[in-house]
């Protein structure tokens, strides 16, 4: 609503703003009714913090190994004509809680060149402090070259609405790469903190939960039916699969083709699985 709009917006409970009109203006605002001709309205707000009103934001950084160019140390936007402007998590069998669900960016975003640069969308969880296999909330997001996670507008950190600053475990996942956890669980708030997988400086869950490549940790690609495993399985769908271009989840290397680089990415990580807890 726009009071819970100008509320955010406020230093303190109670607050005031000046609005210029240039048209008549009639309507009820926190309960007062205000009609207005051509002119400045001076209007006091006193907003009642609610839960609504509660949110965290995280900036993540994260590689995905299948499209990480190992002397650039930035990831390929091969699928920058192919991305879907909608959230494809939904429709691949990924539960969003609270918040996530529904994401989408205007078109625009994906004529940014360079680092920032749009690579694919990643789906972010927020798990509880007490039990890391509780999903408090989750955000779709879109993932830039340079590994930064962003909101829809393509540059600012990502917003978990309505979810109350305190400490949660954070978890990247993907369509075909095997997902991650921070190790330890984060202090988190409306004031955005970087946390950053691709360096070492934040503990991963599990046991060799990512790849280095040329010094820099990356998600494990190939997971292409999603199953949590890379194995036979997965290598059977890429075969199933050869030759065909578009955005697919059987696309390891996020190129916009399957082939046998894809094939030989699952082969090389056979046997890896996904280090996140049930």
Known sequence: SFCHKLCNGANDIDDSYVFAT???????????????????????????????DERIRVQPRAFLEGPLDRTAGLMGNGLSSLLPTDEPYSGLGFTHVGPGGGESFSPIILLVTGNDAIVDWVFLELRSALDNTQIIATRSALLQRDGDIVDMNGFSSVEFEGVATGDYYLTVRHRNHLGIMSLNTLSLSDTPMTVDFTDGSVATFGTAAQNIVAGQAAMVCANVNGDGSIDALDRGELWNNRSTAGYSRHDATCDGVTDAIDRGAAWNNRSRTEQLPQ
């Open 22 to 52: 240039w048209f008549y203006w009639s309507g009820t605002l926190n309960g007062q009714t205000y009609t207005h001709e051509h002119g400045d309205i001076n209007i006091d707000l006193d907003c009642t913090p609610s839960p609504c």
